[in-house]
């Protein structure tokens, strides 16, 4: 329950606290919402994992499943928003962004989140067609979730915005844990024949 | 009568000065000659610098009501000569508009020591971190588009330093 309650907390305070920034007056609405955009992703991202791990007990396995389907296809929705948002914003800055020839770093792992988030989904989309095995589907599935929390991440650490650096910080690391946690339990990259002999 | 005397004391300095005189002279031709043939290194322009730009901004007062003071120099490549008269255009994200808005830009002119200053509306941050775009664009010389990144968003002043080259 005080689990529950503590994720709850991070993943809405950062939110508000945004909602109250200074720097929102000083930006346009289709800015505005470019930016909590993406910090509704960095939300969901903290819910994936923990979906994907069952750690939701009064949640049946298949519903939780549908819901992770559902939230990945809410997280690709966010970055297109997010991305879209800022391209309207500031057409050349995007641009730079995109062909990583930004000068700043923020933006060249904003990017590599976006790709891997997009390779993630297009898994996820294309499973039954790519008729990987299961263990393997799930480990690429896996690697790319990391690049995307890693990436993510660091993109919003380095981000001078509209976000409060301590509850900022608080989701990054709640975000970090889950991912860290689920891979641990779930035994993505542990052999199961080597465990059974 | 006179006597010249050559104490040791005269005999070590005047050996010294010598052997001082003779490394400057072999000194200079490996590394003060080469510095100064190749001078002040001209200004490359940043990344991302042109972003937004509006070729052609007024030259101004102040851009807006002002607050934030943007400051620099003009030099000229090679002897590192302050050029007066140079047209530098500003231009940012600030509290009265977004980079790409008419009005968050204007222009001034350098001193006759070759700096500028223009006082414009504070910088916020935008695009991830807080920062300004200055252009050199008037075509006498080679186009340098800079883009400051500000090590505070608290800041209220801004520097930024050309060295042109002929175009």
Redesign the interface.
Known sequence: MVFWAAVVIASTVPVAVAAFSP?LQ???PV?IAAGFAGIIGLVVLLYQPLLAGGYMRWLPASRARALHRWLGAGLVITVLIHVGG?WV??P??VV?ALLF????P??VWGVTAMWAVFAAAGLAVFRKRLRLPPRVWRRIHTSLAIITVGSTITHAL????AMGTMSKVSLCVAVAAATLKTIVDLKIWRSPARNRA | MTKAIITRRSLIAAGGAAALAGALASGAGRLIVPAQAKGVAPTPS???G???YRPGAPIVERIGSGGFLMTGTVRRAGDGAPMPGQRIQIWA????G???DPQSHGATLTDENGEFSLDMPQI???????HGHLAYDSGDFKTVFL?P?MPS?RHKTLAAHFVLEPA
């Open positions: 720097l000083w930006r346009q800015y800022l914003t500031s050349p800055d730079d020839r930004s000068p700043t923020f933006s380095l981000i001078e915005g | 940043m990344r991302g042109s972003n937004n994200h600030t509290t009265e977004h980079e790409r916020v941050p935008a695009f991830g971190q807080p883009r990144v968003a």
